[in-house]
């Protein structure tokens, strides 16, 4: 029978300084000579991470009351809307909100100066009412001025991604890049071995309220995320071919950093928030060790077209081959690029090894697992719908 | 034998050079290889083109005299392109346009390998970096 940990077993290790944390690329190759029993043997914890364009992002903000008070019913932040259906000063700002004006500065640019402590235009208007009689406000507000400012984001760190290519003969701007026509190209975008939930396919260690690295400082993972996915085809190593799971997480927005939030546009889509997210992986048994020491050789994924309506599939590749930079498809060799960050992932995984190691961060065994058997609704139209 | 060299250079022609056969001199006069990678005329008003010029240093260095005494403005590639690479975070979208491979992902460390000498102004980067870090001057 080989070896198992309990998180309490790891915790009392990072606690004295004693745990042995690897991040995901270095277990990898730990793997290539070492058997899984072994490996849960040597190493307590693995360290995984991915730095993307992620959309699904946005931030929670308390301003403060004003002093005559206001009911904020329309709300903006250097120029770009923010939410105003919360109560009379909470709004969230999303990362793709923007003035159509100004489609180039989002409510992405507009979290990033919050993270770099800048200077913020607020205007908001109400109607008036009786506990609220103010009708307009102008104002400048930072990081430090706002009571609360949290990111939440409903959908993170895809587990798995597609590659996006483009057979049409027109140029398609897309958040996958730019895709030249006639499969000049082809962009992917996870971190591979390294991304947190090809480490951990069955989300057996990830769930409700693990602690995770979010922005450059501690979050958490609070919910699935939108659009959550299990019932994917899957491979020989139990991941799936396409874009399946995702995570729904939360942090402090005024400890974060724009070494690893940062604001992007991309032409003709818009807006879009790059996060950093780093998630440790307790190596409780065997069957852990063997989930985290994967190869990019042994990830496939699906190449899709999306300069095609419907985004018909035309094949499956591996982060290998991806990486090599160049794949094949339908017999053609095509140039791959990625969208999102390695460099910046190892970065991440790099910190948050230091975090485990220096005793100051510890696991968390998720509260609830996540759901098992979801799939995806697509938004139906009903005849009739429109008037 | 005196060794060759090759550069690229950004030729901006006043409104009256325009209609000039300048750039054959080039040939004729100072045995300069030119190769052509991007021209823009606007008639009446200034021309811009992209030019590599393989030959001698000291050819080169006339060649360019002879230009410039023409009012024509020469300019390497490199000072006419500006690429904000402390803010750049590696995501490696400039490198799915980048034919010419001036940008490209070095594949041990992921990061930017930024080489403007291969530039060829094509400007797909300008639009597909996501945090808008690169400018280039060519057109005037």
Known sequence: ?387 | MTREIKKRYVLTFPPQSGDKPLSSQLVKEYDININILKAEVRPGKTGSLLLEMSGTAANIKKGIAFLEAHHVNCELLNKKIHFRQNECINCGNCTAVCFAEALTMDKKSWELKFKPEKCIVCELCVTACPMGLFQIDFHY
Not at chain 1, 124 to 130: L, P, R
Not at chain 1, 245 to 258: D, R
Request: proline fraction near 5%; charged fraction near 25%.
């Open chain 1, 1 to 387: 029978m080989s070896k198992t940990k309990t998180y309490e077993e790891i915790n009392e290790k990072i606690r004295q300084g004693k745990a042995v944390v690897l991040t995901a690329e270095e277990v990898s190759e730990m793997a290539r000579k070492l058997s899984p029993a072994e490996i849960v043997e040597k190493v307590d914890v693995v360290t995984t991470a991915t730095f993307g364009a992620m959309c699904s992002s946005g931030a929670f903000i308390n301003f403060g009351h004003a002093t005559p008070p206001i009911r904020m019913e329309k709300i903006r932040l250097n120029g770009v809307p923010s939410y105003e259906g919360l109560a009379a000063v909470d709004s969230y700002i999303g990362a793709t909100a923007c003035d159509p004006d100004n489609p180039k500065y989002g409510g992405a640019h507009v979290i990033q100066d919050f993270v770099d402590g800048k200077n913020i235009e607020l205007e908001a208007w109400g109607k008036g009412t009786d506990c609220y009689p103010r009708k307009h406000l102008k104002t400048v507000i930072n990081k430090d001025s706002v009571n609360e400012i949290f990111l939440f984001n409903p959908r993170n760190a895809y587990q798995n991604y597609n590659v996006a290519t483009n057979t049409t003969c027109e140029i398609k701007h897309t958040y996958m890049g730019t895709l030249l026509p006639r499969m000049k190209n082809a962009n992917y975008s996870t971190s591979g071995e390294l991304s947190p939930l090809l480490n951990d396919p069955e989300m057996r260690t990830i769930g409700l309220g693990t602690r995770i690295f979010l922005g450059g400082t501690e979050g958490f993972v609070v919910w699935p995320g939108t659009q959550f996915n299990t019932t994917k085809e899957k491979n020989e190593y139990g991941v799936p071919f396409s874009n399946s799971a995702t995570l729904a997480v939360i942090g402090n927005l005024k400890e974060m950093t724009s070494e690893y939030l940062r604001a992007a546009y991309y032409e003709q889509y818009g807006t879009s928030l790059f996060v950093g997210i780093g998630i440790p992986i307790p190596l409780l048994d065997e069957n852990m060790a063997r989930c985290v020491s994967i190869r990019n050789e042994q990830i496939e994924t699906t190449i899709l077209d999306y300069g095609t309506e419907g985004t018909p599939v035309l094949g499956r590749t591996n982060y290998a081959e991806l990486r090599s930079g160049t794949i094949k498809i339908n017999g053609e060799k095509v140039r791959t690029a990625p969208v999102a960050s390695l460099q910046k992932a190892r970065v991440i995984a790099d910190e948050l090894k230091k975090w485990i190691q220096s005793g100051n961060f510890e696991i968390t065994k998720p509260v609830i697992p996540f759901p098992k058997n979801t799939s995806l609704r697509s938004l139906k139209e009903i005849e009739g719908g429109e008037s």
